[in-house]
């Protein structure tokens, strides 16, 4: 696990190094130097784009230690202006004969090997605009001719908390400085960093810090099981949904088969009985139990659903189900009387934003809840807009109020209990195709068979459902994958983690 951190979080864990004797100008020397370790600029043509804050300080302090080491540098200002600190290590690039230009319209890096982008740090909210806008396109461009593109901190435009932009650098290389922040990860970063490393410069963090999942993480979960043991001692997992409209034979299989792939004992389909001719044929492993229906719909039975969800350890339910008031009876009930552990997907998150959320606290169950922000909205109320400018925020205050967790998926996934938040990074655009939540769910139910603590449940099925997502996007292509591919790689993917046990 990596500690991943707010901009304030990393403004406030400054302010407390600085006021425990350390100097502004010794940490913009830490920091440039430590930036410059990862920058190949032996026998280069570098140019170093610099604003006006802190971050442009930064630059200056790698301007002067790539100079050293024989590169050709020119600094490229945005605007004369200076931090204090930043102004110190100007001052010794000029000393030192180091170019600088003012950046205007005539600006052109074509002939750079190398473009440092030293713009804007984290504590950037707006959106680039003027002479600082049209360099960053002009970056932009030189990135794609070729140019390799560094970023220190975090890429310039690009929000430090959640990731968004409306334009930005897009970089190889992105540098960051002290701990990594969570905006590294969320909303457009992923299409905006090419790779991404940590320079620790001896800063403690002073406030709280979200997780970011690592291979190591799951040990206590994913590990090589005793001979002396049978499918009973990895429990029972059922996935219920499917209705006539989304009959979802072959997703309802693939759900199955990701429960067993992911460890569980026995999975079971529950499923209207008119559904029987066209889920059947896919199911070899699973068992089957069918639901009195009318057209398709499962009508509510009080008896039926007890049978059906009886000695079941977990239950994933909504996918493919539809909306309708038979269904939200059987929801009702079973987050009402199940003893399991509950994870609601799909049209379960649909039924369920038209409920009273105070059922969640009444629930005997525990329950995980894996919405994209759009049935999150429907859920908690708020636009989506707001939701993916604060993701993390609403997603913990959601599962603080009504005590589950949340699942929130996004290209970083979100997980948190309302206390502890960690994101899962791992994951592809490849999954971006019908069933690849359903997936998700199926893994989660999965391991929620046979592991009662579901915050690290969910964790853990995020965790197997990114990496067998992208060892499926590896295999084959971003645009031909689909959610069976995922499905063929989540032994792949769990075998990742047991080397890691």
């Not at 350890?313 to 552990?341: D, P």
Request: hydrophobic share 40%; net charge negative; charged share 25%.
């Amino acid at each position: 696990m990596k500690k991943v951190i707010s901009v304030e979080t990393m403004r406030n864990s400054d302010a407390a190094k600085i006021s425990s004797g350390a100097s502004g100008i010794e940490l913009m020397y830490n920091a440039g130097k430590a930036a410059f370790e990862h920058i190949d600029c032996e026998s280069k043509k570098i140019a170093i784009v610099c604003g006006t804050g802190n971050n442009a300080g930064d630059g200056y302090v790698i301007a002067l230690l790539a100079e050293e080491k024989g590169a050709d540098v020119t600094i490229f200002l945005i605007k004369e202006k200076f931090s204090s600190d930043g102004k110190f290590y100007f001052d010794k690039c000029i000393k030192k004969g180091i170019k600088y230009t003012l950046c205007d319209d005539n600006t052109c890096f074509s002939q750079y090997d190398v473009i440092v982008d030293c713009i804007f740090g984290t504590g950037f909210k707006d959106i680039p605009s003027g002479i600082t806008a049209d360099i960053i396109k002009k970056i932009n461009i030189s990135q794609e001719k070729g140019t390799r593109v560094v970023s220190i901190d975090i890429n310039s435009g690009l929000n430090g908390d959640n990731g968004l932009s409306e334009l930005c650098v897009c970089s190889d290389l992105t540098i960051s400085i002290g701990t990594l922040k969570s905006g590294h990860f969320l909303g457009d970063a992923k299409d905006k960093i090419g790779q991404i490393v940590n320079c620790d410069i001896d800063i403690p963090i002073s406030g709280e810090y979200f997780r970011l999942l690592e291979d190591n993480d799951f040990y206590d979960i994913i590990k090589e099981r005793k001979n002396n043991s049978h499918k009973g001692t990895y429990g029972i997992a059922g996935v219920l949904g499917g209705c006539k409209e989304y009959s979802g034979a072959i997703k309802l299989a693939n759900m199955s088969v990701s429960q067993l792939r992911s460890g569980c004992g026995i999975s079971r389909v529950i499923i209207a009985d008119s559904l029987f001719t066209s889920v059947s044929p896919y199911l070899l492993e699973s068992t089957l139990f069918l639901l009195k229906d009318i057209d398709g719909k499962i009508i509510f039975d009080e008896n039926e659903i007890n049978n059906a969800i009886k000695g079941l350890n977990s239950l994933a339910i909504g996918m493919g189900w539809g909306v309708c008031e038979e269904n939200r009876k059987i929801l009702e009930y079973i987050i009402k009387n199940f003893q399991g552990n509950l994870i609601i997907d799909a049209d379960g998150l649909n039924i369920l934003s038209a409920l009273d959320m105070k059922i969640l606290k009444s629930a005997k169950c525990k329950i995980a809840i894996t919405p994209h922000p759009k049935e999150f909205s429907r859920l908690s109320k708020i636009p989506v807009s707001e939701i993916l400018c604060d993701p993390i925020r609403y997603s913990r205050e959601f599962a603080s109020e009504y005590n589950i967790v949340v699942l929130l998926k996004g290209t970083s996934t979100i997980i948190t209990d309302g206390d502890v938040v960690s994101i899962c990074s791992h994951g592809c655009s490849g999954m971006a195709s019908a069933g690849s939540g359903d997936v998700l769910s199926g893994i989660a139910a999965g391991l929620a068979a046979y592991n009662d603590d579901m915050f690290h449940t969910m964790e853990c099925a995020s965790y197997i459902n990114g990496i067998a997502g992208e060892l499926a996007q590896a295999k084959l292509n971003s645009i031909s994958m689909i959610a069976h591919d995922t499905v063929d790689q989540i032994s792949n993917a769990v075998n990742k983690l047991l080397q890691n046990d």
